[in-house]
């Protein structure tokens, strides 16, 4: 069976005064599919998000499927810890369904086990977003992004900012939701590890595209050595199968 493509970029060019950020840059991607974005800093990764956002001026084609909805969540999310926001209050600016809320806190995970209905109802809808967890953020930054029931989810280094153990606590929550909603996942990251063992494509992005296609076929230590230079060379032999 074929798989339905849902997004077609062409020719993508994006500049910003004399400065060209992203070079003709084309790819697709398909329905269901986890496609890792990589590539250095400052090497276009995040503008291109924008681009397929619509946020910023480009030349060449960005064609999405009709009717489809896409949700971003941003690298950084800094809430002052005095601004007066609750999670509740913050996710009543995209739904005031409070069962679609309460759903979508739990499918993150953001749960008590012991007593989950009082813990959300009573505790963690009236914490003020300034006073969570680096961790307990970003879950709460999807389930805003999930309540509209989306069918691509753009994230931006999802666990910038987080520990190791909530690093590997976010990337299964993310393939909980490929698995369970069919959500197509764009995710860019610098992880290489985490790019092997989440995703089943990879997009390599240095202002041009280095490499395109599943992780164990095109991260090869010359594409590696267009990405990060010299010191990267070795690094695809440890993570061939």
């Given amino acids: 069976m074929m798989s339905e493509q849902i997004l077609n970029v062409q020719n993508l060019t994006v500049s910003f005064g004399n400065n060209t950020v992203i070079e003709n840059l084309s790819f697709s991607v398909n329905k ?95 914490e003020r977003m300034g006073w969570l967890s680096g961790g307990q953020l970003q879950r709460v930054l999807i389930a805003w992004a999930i309540l509209d029931n989306p069918d691509v989810l753009l994230f931006d280094e999802p666990t910038a900012g987080i520990d190791v153990g909530g690093e590997e606590t976010i ?3 993310l393939k909980k939701l490929n698995d369970e909603r069919a959500m197509t996942i764009l995710l860019i990251s610098h992880d290489l590890n985490i790019v092997y063992k989440y995703a089943n494509t990879v997009l390599c992005v240095n202002k041009q595209k280095i490499c395109f296609g599943r992780p164990n076929d095109v991260l090869d230590p010359q594409a590696l050595v267009k990405l990060y230079g010299g010191e990267a060379a070795f690094y695809a032999h440890e993570h061939k199968n």
């Fill in 171 to 173: 990337y299964n929550l």
């Fill in 32 to 126: 269901n599919d986890v496609v890792a974005i990589v590539g250095p800093n400052g090497a276009g990764k995040s503008v291109l998000f924008r681009a397929l956002l619509q946020f910023v001026p480009y030349t060449g084609k960005i064609e999405w499927t009709k009717k489809l909805k896409v949700s971003y969540i941003p690298q950084k999310f800094n809430v002052d810890r005095d601004f007066p926001i609750t999670v509740k209050e913050f996710l009543r600016l995209k739904s005031n369904n409070h069962k679609d809320i309460l759903l979508a806190l739990e499918s993150v995970g953001l749960k008590n086990k012991q007593d989950e209905q009082h813990h959300i109802e009573h505790h963690l809808l009236n």
